[in-house]
T-cell receptor, first 116, second 118 residues
Framework: GENVEQHPSTLSVQEGDSAVIKCTYS??????FPWYKQELGKRPQLIID?????GEKKDQRIAVTLNKTAKHFSLHITETQPEDSAVYFC???????????????FGKGTHLIIQP | DAGITQSPRHKVTETGTPVTLRCHQT?????MYWYRQDPGHGLRLIHY???????DKGEVSDGYSVSRSKTEDFLLTLESATSSQTSVYFC?????????????????FGNGTRLTVT
């Protein structure tokens, strides 16, 4: 089955600086890569996702890049703000062209701390 | 909150007792999932359903069973609860859309059930 590794487990950055979280996956068939943000005691919420036919996707201060050859993808957050402090999870799955999907396999999470 | 309700929100039970957690959706989405979240392990898939009465196992299915008799409800049962099943359980849903080709929508999660087995 799929295996997703996520690094680092904890990342502390100064407010206003950029943060980068990296993930690798093992199954070359995986074609869908979402990122979730989870605040303490809350549910995971999707912040951005990318499909394997795209190399990069941006949404305001957040961007995700995908390198299918190397089987890794990264989350980039620019101009970090205190509200960015949370645990971030990457995930990978295979979505079938006929409309089916295996469940997401998640990385173990990165605790992002924004220092004022 | 994507129309997902999990019940109960908190439960404390004793080792050896059966426990059922409920996930109810109002979105009419085809796919429903049960995950457990534990410190240091992230989220791990227990079981999922791709339609009424259609279910499949995930990564950590031992000791769990599921049922889906209606589109809107997905039940997770711990047949005989153990302390290792103390966890936060999340339900998630996903739709299947057709734009040029079929594809699945992103997963949206419920607010979770915190289960403690003593």
């Amino acid at each position: 089955g799929e295996n997703v590794e996520q690094h680092p487990s904890t990342l502390s950055v100064q407010e206003g600086d950029s943060a980068v979280i990296k993930c690798t996956y093992s199954d070359s068939a995986s074609n869908y890569f979402p990122w979730y943000k989870q605040e303490l005691g809350k549910r995971p919420q999707l912040i951005i996702d990318i499909r394997s036919n795209v190399g990069e996707k941006k949404d305001q201060r957040i961007a995700v890049t995908l390198n299918k050859t190397a089987k890794h993808f990264s989350l980039h957050i620019t101009e970090t703000q205190p509200e960015d402090s949370a645990v971030y999870f990457c995930a990978a799955s295979l979505m079938y062209s006929g409309g089916g999907a295996d469940g997401l396999t998640f990385g173990k999470g990165t605790h992002l701390i924004i220092q004022p | 909150d994507a129309g997902i309700t999990q019940s109960p929100r908190h439960k404390v039970t004793e080792t050896g007792t059966p426990v059922t957690l409920r996930c109810h959706q109002t979105e009419n989405h085809r796919y429903m999932y049960w995950y457990r979240q534990d410190p240091g392990h992230g989220l791990r898939l227990i079981h999922y359903s791709y339609g009424v009465k259609d279910t499949d196992k995930g990564e950590v299915s031992d000791g769990y069973s599921v049922s889906r008799s209606k589109t809107e409800d997905f039940l997770l049962t711990l047949e005989s609860a153990t302390s290792s099943q103390t966890s936060v359980y999340f339900c998630a849903i996903s739709a299947v859309y057709t734009i040029d080709t079929f594809y699945n929508s992103p997963l949206h999660f419920g607010n979770g059930t915190r289960l403690t087995v003593t």
